[in-house]
């Protein structure tokens, strides 16, 4: 699975190296750049259209970059290969509305090629995990917003993938769920799994290993909240984003 | 071509079709009411049309003693059930009721008619061979057609009872339909309809619904390939479409008396590939809608066209020339001109060969083009 881009003896679980993509005269990335390795908890941080779920797609193969180089576990995009090792929860729930949670997850057990053997076990545990282990026979368009949410994110989780990638998935969620939400990346994180995920929360971002701000479809700054928050001077990641969009927009080195 | 994957997407499908009390009754209870609707409005069967008669003729005596009148037998062998005669004192007052709109034709047997007609038949000079006169209302052409049907096999009838019939038309020994009534011919025209247009209006708005809810992406993004998810469709939609036609074919039997001469499972295999076609033509007209309501816009595109051209209600020979072409054109055509080959005429595989490379062919294109379609949507 080694291939360029390789950090160490692991490939990165994600990569994006200067990747451009335009659709029609509208720039959505602009030399996009980043890595998630294995193990961390990655957060791109960015307003609405910077160009977050453009990256994402073009990671996933979803989209074909213009140029620049998309590699999951060192596998090029589309990666074909690899693909059954990332759970992809899409900004929208994307589950089937006349469809029970439990049969959901079963279309996503037999796609990922899960062992019918193990989909009990597996299907019991994201639903216990995600908190829905009464809801796994009731229809999906019968659960609430924030129960949805949550059974988005157990289709993704359902063959155990090595590589979650969440495209805002707390949006319109409630703070409590929000919280819950973290708390499992943080098991998830805490047995190797790696974690892409995008938001405009900036209390979220705190709980993510590293940080990166993108805006208009490239990345102004990155590294652990700690160390963006002193390379601005500032007190919030809100306000260290604003600083390094003045400073790159001053030509400045970020 | 992974089986287990692509089961997946067919199970799916079925799944969220039983789950949806919406899309049950549209593929069950609405061709089970066009059935009902058109066999009943287009049976053919026109009844209880008022025919104004004046009948003139006076009763001739023959040489054997028995007394005739062509004239009053014609009246009596008219089909009641579909004429209502209407005796009037005149012909004037005949063709006035049907001015008056009150009878779609005036019958005027003339005064004399069978000695007219023996003086004819025995060469008599001067005799000119008497006439009934029809007075039709010809507003409505089906209506008149019925009562001139109807009236000249009464005639045919009043003179075959007197054994003086010149020729006769012996029709009942048919190559093909022997006992074939409207039915037959319009069940396999509603169940095409059905198929085609229930499949292609669940395939377009929920494949819509798939790029619309991110559920597409989702299986972009895992390793089901786009090959996959249409034949997944397919599988789903023939099983549908088998499950409608069964239910179809019941009902005809049961409500119309429908015959079926030849084999059940051919006719199924075929609206099963009829499925498969519609389905992946409606995964491709889904690309270029953005909404639902866009999509079910399509739908008239699709409806009149098969309607009009694939030979459903009136057959393909009744379509000007220059249209005809058109007609081979859209996939319905085959199936329903398949349909009546096998359930009406029994023909086998060696006769409708045809029918099923063709409506292939459309399946085989529909599905590249949709596999192509998805691959695009991700440039």
């Not at chain 2, 066009?34 to 009844?47: C, E, H, K, L, N």
């Not at chain 2, 996959?228 to 499950?243: C, F, P």
């Not at chain 2, 029918?355 to 085989?364: I, Y």
Request: glycine share 8%; hydrophobic share 50%; net charge negative.
């Amino acid at each position: 699975m080694d291939g360029p881009g390789a950090r160490g003896a692991a490939a990165p679980a994600a990569l994006l190296e200067d990747v451009h993509k335009s659709f029609g005269a509208v720039k959505a990335l602009a030399g996009l750049t980043l890595h998630v390795d294995p193990g961390e908890v990655y957060g791109f941080l960015g307003p609405n259209g910077a160009g977050k779920t453009t990256a994402i797609r073009a990671l996933l193969g979803l989209t074909r970059p213009d140029s620049g180089r998309a590699q999951v576990f060192g596998v090029d995009s589309p990666p074909r290969a690899a693909i059954s090792r990332v759970g992809f929860v899409p900004q929208e729930p994307a589950l089937y509305r006349d469809l029970t949670v439990t049969e959901n997850l079963e279309l996503f057990a037999d796609v990922f090629a899960v062992p019918r053997s193990r989909f009990e076990e597996r299907s019991s545990d994201v639903l216990k995990f995600v908190n829905l282990a009464e809801n796994a026979d009731s229809l999906v368009r019968e659960l609430s917003g924030g129960m949805v949410r949550r059974a988005s994110l157990a289709a993704a989780m359902v063959h155990d993938p090595d590589l979650l990638v969440l495209d805002e998935p707390t949006v319109g969620v409630d703070p409590e769920l929000r919280a819950a939400f973290w708390d499992e990346f943080e098991v998830l994180k805490g047995r190797g799994k790696s974690i892409l995920i995008t938001t405009h929360y900036v209390e979220e971002a705190h709980r993510c290993d590293r940080i990166g701000f993108v805006r208009r479809g490239a990345i102004v700054a990155e590294g652990t909240p700690g160390e963006l928050l002193q390379r601005a001077g500032a007190s919030t990641l809100e306000e260290a984003f604003l600083a390094f969009v003045r400073r790159r927009a001053e030509g400045g080195a970020p | 071509m992974n089986r287990r994957r692509t089961i997946a997407i067919t199970r799916r499908v079925l799944r969220g079709v039983k789950h949806d009390r919406r899309s049950m009754g549209l593929m069950v209870v609405a061709p089970m009411m066009a059935m009902f609707v058109f066999g009943i409005a287009f049976s053919g069967d026109v009844t209880d049309v008022p025919l104004a008669v004046f009948q003139a003729d006076e009763p001739v005596t023959l040489p054997n003693n028995t007394t005739v009148s062509l004239g009053a037998s014609i009246v009596g062998h008219i089909d009641t059930h579909v004429l209502r005669v209407v005796p009037v004192a005149s012909a004037a007052d005949a063709v006035a009721m049907v001015e008056r709109g009150e009878a779609r034709a005036a019958l005027i047997i003339p005064q004399n008619f069978t000695s007219d007609v023996f003086a004819s038949l025995a060469g008599a000079p001067g005799a000119e061979a008497p006439a009934v006169e029809l007075r039709l209302d010809r507003s409505n052409v089906n209506v008149a057609a019925t009562i001139g049907r109807v009236v000249a096999e009464a005639m045919r009838a009043a003179v075959e009872e007197f054994g003086r019939a010149p020729v006769t038309l012996d029709d009942s020994q048919a190559v093909y339909g022997k006992d074939a009534k409207f039915a037959d011919f319009f069940i396999p025209g509603v169940m095409t309809f059905a198929v085609f247009l229930i499949t292609n209006l669940l395939t377009i708005t929920g494949f819509v619904q798939e790029r619309l809810s991110g559920t597409l992406d989702r299986l972009g993004a895992s390793p089901l390939t786009a090959g996959e998810i249409v034949l997944g469709y397919g599988l789903a939609y023939s099983v549908m479409a088998l499950v409608q036609a069964a239910i179809l074919l019941a009902v005809a039997i049961l409500a119309f008396q429908i015959t079926i001469v030849g084999s059940i499972a051919l006719a199924f295999a075929l609206i099963a590939l009829l499925a498969i076609a519609s389905q992946a033509l409606g995964i491709l007209l889904s690309a270029a809608a953005r909404t639902e309501a866009q999509a079910v816009q399509f739908i008239p595109f699709l409806v009149f066209p098969v309607f009009l051209l694939s030979g459903i209600f009136w057959p393909v020979e009744a379509i000007p020339p220059e249209l005809r072409p058109f007609s081979w054109a859209v996939p319905p055509t085959y199936a329903v001109e398949g349909l009546r080959d096998i359930m009406v005429r029994g023909w086998g595989l060696e006769h409708v060969w045809w029918a099923f490379a063709a409506l292939g062919g459309f399946a085989a294109l529909f599905i590249l083009l949709a596999r192509f379609s998805l691959l695009r949507s991700r440039e």
